[in-house]
């Protein structure tokens, strides 16, 4: 007979792990973790500088965590081995380099596409990020400088020319890192990096203040060209500089193409889900970044994974 999965997770994420941990913990035994990427928690991997604080109450945010896992405030590091120990204690089936394609409602449950096959689960959870997909500029890139162009730290050099693009906590600490080490410039549309934990405005004006770091507000890049093996950037004014490298720190993005293909509904770039996170397709939820305004709380992740734990429990009885 063909194998019917009880629960089916897409993300390893803080909200993918802690549904599958949570259920776990209820009873449920058949469960299966499908990540893309080469291990859990891809987004903290690839887009956190290594020792980068992490807290439970991010950006402030008081959240009093419902659940049976115990997170509390840490370092990148701490925080992948924290998540490592909670896979490493519990059957849960993780299942990397594993990218879905669409979700399809079946009599029994669901089917869900991967490549090269596909796996049935009677309920899904989708848990993906919005970092997976970085948000890019609208004006065109040329390919003669696409090697120049970043969207994390990966690539950066000692002693270069650098810009960097976006005013919120990713760009702030994009260019604080960079700063002692080559000439940064960090341009926003906006004339406060406002956005941003005040942990992270007060690194960035004490480096302007300190002349480590160049700043250009309310400005706004309209193109980029190849110019003698540089980036030239052109702004709205007119005005160009040219630089070795750019990196784009402006957000990410809701994968809306994914989640219509596989009929989920959405409403001012968010999925529409109701309070025990499940969407308008019976046993299909939503959990994590994806359901925020502005994703990266860990707490709330956590939080979103122990609600659809109890509801599908509830179901199953």
């Known amino acids: 007979m063909e194998h019917i999965y009880e629960l089916a997770i897409i993300g390893a994420g803080p909200a993918g792990i802690a549904t599958a941990i949570e259920s776990y913990a209820l009873g449920m035994r058949d469960i299966v973790l499908l990540e893309k990427d080469e291990n859990h928690n891809a987004t903290i991997r690839k887009f956190y500088k290594d020792n980068k604080r992490v807290d439970k109450d991010w950006k402030g945010q008081k959240v009093e965590l419902d659940g049976s896992i ?66 890019k500029p609208d004006y065109k890139i040329p390919p003669s400088i696409k090697n120049q162009v970043h969207y994390t730290l990966d690539g950066c050099s000692q002693g270069e020319r650098v810009m960097v693009v976006g005013g919120g906590d990713s760009a702030i600490e994009y260019a604080v890192e960079l700063c002692d080490r080559n000439a940064v410039t960090i341009c926003y549309r906006r004339g406060t990096f406002r956005r941003a934990n005040p942990t992270n405005q007060a690194d960035i004006y004490k480096a302007m203040s300190e002349g480590l770091l160049q700043a250009m507000l309310n400005t706004e890049i309209v193109e980029l060209e190849s110019e003698s093996g540089k980036v030239k950037v052109v702004f709205s004014d007119g005005e160009s500089e040219l630089f070795d490298r750019i990196v784009y720190a402006i957000g990410g993005t809701t994968p809306s193409g994914f989640l219509s293909g596989s009929g989920i509904q959405e409403e001012d770039g968010k999925p529409v889900h109701d309070e025990n996170y499940q969407t308008n397709i019976p046993g299909l939820f939503v959990a994590g970044d994806i359901t925020q305004e502005s994703g990266g709380s860990i707490a709330l992740g956590l939080n979103h994974g122990f609600a659809i734990a109890n509801y599908i429990i509830g179901l199953s009885k």
Do not use: C
């Open 70 to 135: 115990y997170f509390m405030d840490g370092t990148k590091e701490s925080t992948l081995d924290f998540f490592d120990q909670l896979l490493d204690n519990e059957a849960v089936e993780l299942k990397t380099h594993t990218e879905v394609q669409k979700i399809v409602k079946t009599e029994g449950g669901f089917e869900v596409f991967i490549a090269g096959g596909s796996i049935k689960a009677k309920y899904v959870v989708v848990t993906i990020g919005r970092m997976g997909k970085p948000n």
